[in-house]
């Protein structure tokens, strides 16, 4: 972990899985135990699951799309009904 301090010196945003991960890690004996806190503080760290999952729908979309113009509808029709929201996860 770096400092454990956020962008605006308060607490970073992972910090309390951060805790809940060293609370863990000291309280076993064995260190597998805590595999699913240490998962969800590397996810927290680099959102690696959430970027697949939208790497999925984006790829879903655009075959989707593809197909839908080779049964002959226009492109625009297509991505004016179909646009994918983003919601400012990344």
């Excluded at 625009?76 to 919601?87: F, K, P, Y």
Aim: charged share 25%; proline share 2%; glycine share 8%.
């Amino acid at each position: 972990m770096a400092s454990g301090y956020g962008y605006t010196g308060g607490r970073s945003r992972c910090f309390p899985l951060w805790q809940e991960f060293a609370k863990c890690y000291a309280q076993t004996d064995n260190p597998s135990d805590c595999v699913a806190a240490s998962k969800d503080y590397t996810e927290c760290l680099h959102h690696t699951q959430e970027i697949a999952r939208a790497r999925a729908v984006k790829t879903h979309f655009i075959e989707k799309a593809a197909h839908q113009t080779k049964e002959g509808r226009k492109t625009a029709d297509i991505l004016s009904e179909g646009v994918i929201v983003g919601v400012g996860l990344i």
